[in-house]
């Protein structure tokens, strides 16, 4: 379905955002309230493969009569590049999902070890992997984790910076996993109920090229969209990548991709607007 309305009569929306069920810094309902104090009408929280945060996001938004859209954001790849694959609109209870997110579970714990190991071996605190885990808590541990350790450590002076040294691609802590190949994500997306959408696309380091046999190769395994609208886009970007849109018929999606007050790259509903009928926006307030 395409629109005919423009995306000022939608509601304020935002449908990328992280919580401390993953790497974000704020619970679920701190991420809410503070998505409520920003005038965001309607949001998905999309923590990194787990939907631990849905019911209590779903709870707080309720308060504040905001639409809540449950979303999750997937590790996956793309032959051997790693890619993330937002699901939006999913049913969480779907029975598939315990299996799915058990084995990512599994993947990240395995990949937390190996990136302690690896950075304790160049120095760095001992008890690099308790730490983590500890700021984790419930929720998945990632290499933010790690960053933000290093940080308290005094090891480095930003997250930046031990993604800079230690932690980003080709660093030592830039551990591989074997990811569920992005045919599988999808599909899981679907099964589910939801709309597949490949996240933040410029931010793979790929040609503009690659992007496109990329698109190409998820459009025959059934995705429904990309990400067209976050912080770092450019203009140029964006148009190139509604043309991309319009030449698979495909749907857009827009998100801060929230996950710390500290960053001020990124706020809760602050990325560029994109005016267009392809926006999974419309989609989403049709379905409530």
């Known amino acids: 379905m395409i629109a005919d309305t423009p995306i000022a009569d939608l509601p304020n929306f ?14 679920p309902t701190e991420l809410v309230e503070m998505a409520a104090q920003s005038g ?9 493969d787990t939907l631990a945060g849905l019911d209590e996001a779903a709870v707080a938004a309720g308060r504040h009569n905001m639409t809540f859209v ?9 032959g051997k590049r790693v890619i993330h694959l937002l699901g939006l609109g999913i049913d969480p209870l779907h029975p598939g999902w315990e299996r799915y997110l058990g084995h990512l579970s599994s993947l990240r714990n395995s990949r937390a070890e190996k990136i302690a190991t690896r950075l304790v071996a ?12 500890a700021l984790a808590g419930s929720g998945q541990i990632g290499r933010p984790h790690f960053a933000r350790v290093l940080l308290s450590a005094g090891v480095v002076s930003s997250e930046s910076e031990a993604f800079d040294r230690f932690l980003g691609q ?3 802590g830039d551990v591989k996993a074997e990811w569920p190949d992005m045919q599988e994500a999808i599909a899981q997306v679907k099964a589910s109920g ?6 933040h696309p410029t931010k793979y380091k790929l040609t503009f090229s690659r992007l496109r046999i990329l698109v190409a190769d998820m459009v025959n395994v059934g995705v429904d969209g ?3 609208a976050y912080p770092g886009v450019s203009q140029e970007q964006i148009g190139l990548l509604m043309r991309l849109a319009e030449q698979h018929d495909l749907l857009v999606s827009s998100g801060s991709d929230f996950h710390t007050p500290q960053h001020r790259w990124t706020q809760l509903g602050r990325f560029p607007k994109v005016d267009t009928p392809r926006h999974l926006a419309y989609e989403l307030v049709g379905e409530r």
């Open 14 to 27: 935002d449908l990328h955002m992280h919580s401390t069920a993953s790497d974000g810094a704020l619970s």
């Open 40 to 48: 965001v009408q309607m949001l998905s929280l999309t923590d990194h």
């Open 70 to 78: 449950p979303g999750v954001e997937l590790t996956c790849r793309w």
């Open 122 to 133: 160049k120095g760095l605190p001992d008890d690099l992997l308790a730490q983590a885990r």
């Open 170 to 172: 080709g660093k030592p």
């Open 194 to 199: 939801g709309y597949a959408v490949l996240a």
């Open 226 to 228: 990309f990400e067209i």
